[in-house]
């Protein structure tokens, strides 16, 4: 046991010696700062060059992992394996031993039956977020253009389609479809990451019993990320990658379905949410090198072929134009999103706002890729070789994901961006516990039937413990009741005051064939049901400095009689606790907004909001 502690403390004292010097080299890691476009954001107030956070956490969680890998190669040459049988797959023999499919099943009925109980959402309109889906969609229907009639801040889907999805699916334009059709897609994006969690615990060296209750486990968990919104319908994509990545490697099932949707997936991806899909495209790296050292050339053609013809059939559906504003849009958002949207990231270990939860995730990611060097190297493990295989490229994904984090570093995004690690540890961590209690203690072996009375207990506790209020008679009245949610008149989501704001609108634009916002009130012209007179209804993400001479050069062609300016969302997305600062829009682009000064003057004023017009 001695002999054994002094082994592991060889490896893990240097680690935590790493773990120590990185987080003295945190600020250190510092580059000058390079604005030439002049995004304006909280990096560029601070002079933060985004490398500098980017590389900070590369660094800090990169060197432990290397230094701890270091010294387990070294200290443990005779029991490792070599490069070519760790990535080599092997021929997975099926295992009887499955969860029962009624549980997944039960699982996807219980949450059709919460979501057509629950109370509809009546809450006012975020006229910033839904905003941006709003105006976007209504852009699309009235100028039926897409990358020509909107700059896309998030991805075609968000901003434009899933608005026009909705009212078609529903028959009616109103925020209240738009709201349901969401839920919907949050539902049906619930159900995919069931699924890649009932078959990653299906892999596990467990008896029937004992992965019933980890799946239960992390379904309930799965389900608490999805109702406090650290998962959304934006992550479909990225688990119906995951899913399918799964089958091919644990079970090397190459079946042509499969192969075409990944070819499909990159480019669907970016569609459905433009950083997903990039974080999609990043996790094939890994991938196709697994694919290609297990010499599966036939099916990487088939993959990059399928891709190909998917790019080539996109392009000539939307057309010339529209597919290079797609590309030139994409890149624009890609390129200046960090300086847009950047809040500089807590130093670990600090007394920094949001450190705690940062530090946490670091060492989390830290931990998880430790667990992860000992299943790879190690030639005793038990876990299936082609699971850790899979595992690996899954972790590698989610390290990537963390960028959410990295970049917009408040704790929701701290959170989310560090949720992927967090499934991973705790199904590690879940595991070799039980695996421990059931191999080494032989205690939970002799009980295990117990768990099966105990899985269908703690389910229908969880069931019975999460029904909504009134949960019968919804249901039972669910038809009617959703009739009348889509026919609520959109004014019902506006406070008194974005009322009156609005009515006063309609009675002056209406003779105007466009109206714009110089503001993050993005909804108002759907609410006055009509298209931004520029392409950018949705200005908070508005890219580099050449689209605010865009934006004036739109403006001067379209000759906007009326433009609104301020309101109450003027400071969202502002930074707390550095200094206060705020950022409205005539901050963030002082060249539209010098343009507006010696433009336009104020008409009126409303509340928080003014009214300008035309000199």
């Known amino acids: 046991m001695k002999k054994i502690f002094i082994h592991n403390l060889k490896i893990i004292l240097p680690t935590i010696i790493a773990i120590i010097f990185a987080s003295f080299m945190w600020d250190k890691i510092s580059f000058e700062f390079h604005n030439p476009e002049e995004i304006i954001g909280y990096y560029s107030i601070f002079k933060h060059n985004p490398l500098n956070d980017n590389l900070r956490y590369i660094f800090f969680v990169g060197f432990p992992i290397l230094t701890y890998l270091s010294f387990f190669l070294f200290f443990n040459k005779k029991k490792i394996l070599n490069f070519k049988e760790i990535f080599l797959m092997h021929d997975e023999t099926r295992d009887s031993k499955k969860i029962s499919k009624y549980f997944l099943f039960s699982f996807f009925i219980i949450q059709i039956f919460f979501l057509l109980s629950n109370e509809f959402n009546l809450n006012k309109i975020d006229i910033f977020h839904e905003g941006q889906a709003l105006s976007g969609g209504l852009n699309f229907k009235l100028k039926n253009q897409l990358w020509e009639g909107s700059f896309i801040t998030t991805s075609i889907f968000v901003d434009v389609l899933s608005a026009n999805i909705s009212w078609?699916?529903?028959?009616?334009?109103?925020?209240?479809?738009?709201?349901?059709?969401?839920?919907?897609?949050?539902?049906?994006?619930?159900?995919?990451?069931?699924?890649?969690?009932?078959?990653?615990?299906?892999?596990?060296?467990?008896?029937?019993?004992?992965?019933?209750?980890?799946?239960?486990?992390?379904?309930?968990?799965?389900?608490?990320?999805?109702?406090?919104?650290?998962f959304s319908y934006r992550e479909l994509p990225l688990f119906i990658f995951l899913i399918i990545v799964y089958e091919i490697i644990k079970f090397k099932k190459f079946s042509l379905i499969n192969l075409f949707f990944l070819g499909c997936i990159p480019l669907l991806g970016i569609i459905w949410s433009l950083d997903r899909g990039i974080f999609i495209i990043a996790g094939y790296i890994?991938?196709?090198?697994?694919?290609?050292?297990?010499?599966?050339?036939?099916?990487?053609?088939?993959?990059?072929?399928?891709?190909?013809?998917?790019?080539?059939?996109?392009?000539?559906?939307?057309?010339?134009?529209?597919?290079?504003?797609?590309?030139?849009n994409s890149i624009d958002i890609l390129k200046s999103a960090d300086l847009h949207n950047g809040i500089i990231h807590p130093s670990p270990f600090s007394n920094e706002a949001g450190s705690t939860r940062a530090t946490k995730n670091f060492l989390f990611m830290i931990m998880t890729g430790i667990i992860l060097i000992n299943y790879i190297f190690s030639k005793k493990k038990n876990l299936d070789k082609n699971l850790i295989i899979f595992l690996s490229i899954f972790y590698f994904i989610s390290l990537i994901f963390y960028k959410i984090g990295v970049t917009r570093s408040d704790g929701g995004h701290l959170k989310q961006g560090a949720s992927l690690c967090s499934i991973i540890f705790i199904y590690f961590l879940f595991y070799n516990l039980i695996y421990f209690l059931t191999k080494k203690l032989n205690f939970i072996e002799k009980k295990s039937n117990l768990f099966r009375s105990f899985n269908i207990i703690i389910f229908l506790v969880f069931v019975l413990s999460n029904l909504p209020e009134n949960f019968f008679k919804n249901i039972s009245t669910y038809k009617q009741r959703l009739i009348e949610y889509n026919l609520i008149e959109d004014d019902f989501y506006l406070t008194d005051k974005e009322r009156f704001l609005i009515n006063q609108l309609i009675e002056l634009t209406n003779n105007e064939k466009c109206f714009q916002v110089f503001s993050y009130e993005t909804a108002i012209t759907y609410y006055l049901n009509k298209p931004s007179c520029t392409k950018f209804h949705h200005i908070f993400n508005l890219g580099p400095k050449k689209n605010q001479f865009l934006f004036i050069e739109q403006l001067k062609k379209t000759k906007p009689k009326f433009i609104l300016i301020g309101g109450n969302y003027e400071k969202i997305g502002n930074m707390k606790g550095r200094n206060n600062i705020e950022l409205s829009a005539k901050d963030r682009f002082p060249y539209i907004n010098q343009f507006i000064i010696e433009n336009y003057k104020i008409f009126k004023e409303v509340d928080k909001w003014k009214i300008l017009i035309k000199i």
């Open 168 to 230: 078609k699916l529903f028959g009616i334009q109103s925020i209240s479809s738009y709201r349901y059709f969401i839920e919907i897609l949050n539902l049906i994006t619930a159900f995919s990451i069931i699924i890649f969690i009932f078959k990653l615990t299906n892999g596990l060296n467990l008896n029937r019993n004992l992965k019933t209750f980890i799946f239960i486990f992390f379904s309930f968990f799965i389900i608490s990320l999805l109702n406090n919104n650290t």
């Open 286 to 328: 890994p991938f196709i090198s697994i694919l290609l050292i297990n010499k599966k050339f036939t099916e990487t053609f088939i993959i990059f072929l399928i891709a190909i013809l998917s790019i080539i059939i996109f392009f000539i559906i939307i057309g010339n134009n529209e597919f290079f504003l797609f590309i030139s």
